[in-house]
């Protein structure tokens, strides 16, 4: 049990290791929920909370990266003749009630639509290709 321990203290603070602790801990919850209130979950509502969890602990502590290279983020132009539809989503939860948004613009910048919508419950995946569904549509 010690080696365990000192293998979990080691590689917590590593990708892989958040990764494979986050599955750990999503496996125990499953199974209580199926042993105690009869849920069975499907097997990719489980690897998307996996992905969620583990994108929530690296947002809160970072990544275990050394060297940090920073990029700055900017919104380009579509090439000239095209659209560009920008999307975001939002769900309280994975799944949980969820929406999405989103923004047409032209080759020059200039807004031409904006949308939003509400998925009810659905995954954050769900809602960010219903957005990119709804913005699809509109052009």
């Known amino acids: 049990m010690q080696d365990c321990q000192l293998w979990l203290k080691h590689h917590s603070t590593m990708e892989a290791g958040t990764k494979f602790i986050v599955t750990c801990f999503e496996i125990w919850r499953n199974r209580n929920e199926h042993i105690f209130q009869n849920v069975q979950k499907d097997t990719w509502s489980s690897v998307n909370n996996i992905i969620s969890y583990h994108a929530s602990i690296v947002y809160t502590i970072g990544t275990t990266r050394k060297h940090h290279m920073v990029r700055q983020v900017r919104w380009n132009l ?8 920008n999307v975001d989503d939002s769900s309280f ?11 047409l613009r032209n080759d ?4 031409i639509q904006g949308f939003s919508g509400s998925c009810g419950r659905a ?6 290709l219903s957005a990119i569904w709804k913005g699809l549509q509109l052009t």
């Open 93 to 103: 939860g994975n799944p949980g009630n969820a929406g999405f948004g989103g923004l």
């Open 123 to 128: 995954s954050n995946l769900l809602a960010e």
């Open 78 to 85: 579509p090439p000239e003749g095209y659209i560009k539809i």
């Open 108 to 111: 020059m910048g200039i807004s």
